[in-house]
Structure formats: C-alpha cells, structure tokens
C-alpha cells in the first residue's frame, strides 16, 4: 500500500516538505525528494529530513521545491563527500547512490539542453512537483513583468550557468521538444519547484537526466531585481536557483551560494561554490564546444479536464 502525504503549512502559509511511505506499482524502484527553500526569517533551526519511494516503470522522478520552508534529499544533507573539506561549498543531487546531469552519465562531461515555456494547461505524468503546470504569460503582468521581459529574465538565468560550465541551453517554442519545462503552478503552493527524472538504464554511478520542470507559484508577488517589496523575489534569483536544480545540483547548505536553500538578496550571481558544482558536473567551459543536443523526446501532456 502506497501512502503519499501533501505539504502542510506552516504559520506563514510556506509549504513543507511531504514524503512518501515506500510501495509498490513495478518492479524498479525510484525516488522521490521533496526540498525546499525559505528567507531567513522563515528559516528553522534544523533542516527537516523526509525520505520518500515510489515507484514507476521505467524512470525516477525526484522533485526538487526550491522556495518552501523545508529541505529533505534522499541520504544525509551534507556538503558533497568530494567536497566535505574545502571551501566554497557545493552538493551534487545524489539519489540511490548516484549523480544525475544532462548528457554523457560521466562527471565533467558537456551537454546541451532545450527549454521552452509552458503554453498552456498542461500535466506531466508522473511527477512528484509541477505535475500541472499553466503559463506565465498573463498571471505575471500583475507584478509588471510582461512575457518579453519573462523571457529575457530566465534567458539571463540561463545564461549563468552557461556562462560557469561546458553546458549549452537552447529556447525552443514547441514544448515538446524541451528537456526543460517552465511554467506556472496549476494548483499554487510554496513559492518554486522543481522536478527532475532521470534514466536508470545504465545504472552506473552517474545517470542522465530525462526531464526537468520548473514551476513558480505565479499567485505570490515577483519583481525584476533586488529591492522594493520585501515579500517579493527576484524572478532571475529564483530561477537560476531552480535551473540549477534542473541540471543536477542541491541545497549545499543555508546561505553564501546562490543554490544555498535561504533565500537573501545579497547576490545576483553564481557564487564561489555554484561555479565549481557546475565544473564538477559539466567541466569547464574554457572555449570547448558542449555536446550535441539531444533527439526531442516528446512529451505526452494528460488532459486536466478542463472542458
């Protein structure tokens, strides 16, 4: 019997992590990992430790909620094992005893990924977070950021990271044809997530990633920048905070990188710790050329049954 547990809310209203008792629907085995990320004064002295299974038929999903209150990720948060002596800090995502990133399953190899921009209603079989997402488009105009500046906003996000490693995204219009999807979240909850699955067919220590979401909660307020509203964040921050999710990192630790799981508006940047993770993952970039991109794998939305 499997047995599955929302997020419940905290006194601010910011989602905690849920977890999943483990149970049975196949023969493989797979993971799924709630986490989350707070401000500082919604922060808790500990970090809450949630380990959850289910199970699919022929990938693993974990989902990665880079705004609530809470962080869990399967086996001990920890700054890496590669890494648990020296500064600046970084953590890979580990699941089941291996790393996951785009391309090659081999660490510090290139790739190259597509992302688009969810257009409509849309429900991603499967997934443990952004199971339904919506577009951005019109919802995000209330806080003054029209869909070009959306764009620009997540191409600089985006660009961050290509800009720190052998790693190339590429936007796309037709959805189904992305690695990466962005949108809003059909049933609102937390502040951000993300949701990665990966292929386990070689079962090697490191494995390629399948598919990653991204969905804001496009209810809460946004801005463009640093400064002005205090219950708003920065829509480029947060973003390249879940990119980074997307392509295969984690929470390292509270603060003093950008994929640090408090948010603070200290820095627009990748710090120190972001920049080697990146290296670790997709090596350097150094001029070399990334990886071809990928065949599309297309995306096989289910209705929401919204007629």
């Known amino acids: 019997m499997r047995r599955f547990h929302s997020p419940r809310l905290d006194p601010h209203g910011v989602a905690r992590c849920r977890s999943a008792a483990s149970g049975a629907l196949d023969r493989i085995r797979a993971s799924a990992v709630p986490c989350g990320l707070g401000s500082d004064s919604r922060r808790g002295p500990g970090a809450n430790r949630a380990r959850g299974t289910r199970l699919l ?3 693993k999903t974990t989902s990665l909620g880079a705004l609530a209150l809470f962080f869990a990720i399967a086996g001990t948060p920890a700054i890496a094992e590669d890494n ?26 290139g790739a190259a990924v597509r992302y688009a921009f969810v257009g409509k209603d849309t429900r991603v079989a499967g997934a443990r977070n952004c199971e339904a997402m919506t577009s951005l488009d019109v919802p995000l105009q209330k806080f003054g950021i029209r869909p070009d500046r959306l764009r620009s906003e997540v191409a600089a996000a ?27 979240q059909y049933s609102p909850r937390g502040r951000a997530f993300a949701n990665v699955t990966y292929r386990v067919a070689n079962g090697g220590a490191t494995r390629e990633i399948e598919k990653s979401l991204i969905c804001i909660n496009q209810t809460l307020p946004w801005k463009v920048g640093f400064g002005g509203d205090a219950n708003a964040y920065d829509l480029r921050y947060t973003i390249a905070h879940e990119i980074g999710h997307a392509i295969g990192l984690n929470h390292p ?11 603070a508006e200290g820095f ?11 290296i670790a993952l997709y090596g350097r970039r150094n001029g070399t050329a990334t990886a071809a991109l990928p065949r599309p794998r297309k995306l096989q939305p289910a209705g929401l049954g919204l007629q």
């Open 158 to 184: 985006f660009a961050l990271w290509e800009r720190a490693a052998n790693i190339r995204f590429v936007a796309v219009e037709n959805a189904d044809e992305a690695e990466i999807l962005i949108g809003g």
């Open 84 to 109: 648990a002596h020296k500064s600046p800090p970084f953590l890979l995502l580990k699941l089941d005893g291996a790393y996951v990133k785009w391309g090659d399953p081999v660490l510090g190899t």
């Open 57 to 59: 038929q022929r990938r």
């Open 268 to 278: 627009r940047s990748l710090q120190a710790g972001d920049l080697e993770g990146a």
């Open 253 to 263: 630790g509270p603060s003093g990188q950008l994929m640090s799981f408090k948010y």
